[in-house]
């Protein structure tokens, strides 16, 4: 009697297959892990916008932190008429 070949044994074809799935899983759970990681570092960005305010007698310019991230102004400089 003639041995059969291991890889057509139905118990190692089934255990291949599970293993071949679980492997394919755990890939797929990490690149979604990755994916939510960069997502939620791109959900905390600030976002500063620059407006303007005026009326008859008023003028004014303001500046506000529309995003969810904490913005962080190192510098700003206003000039009037030269000044």
Known sequence: ????????????????TALFIAILTASISVYSAYIDRAYA????WPNVEIFLSHSESRFSYGVANKGTGSAILRYAKVNVENQ
């Open 1 to 16: 009697m003639e041995k059969e070949k291991w890889y057509r044994n139905p118990e190692m074809l089934i255990a291949l």
């Open 41 to 44: 570092k791109t959900t905390v």
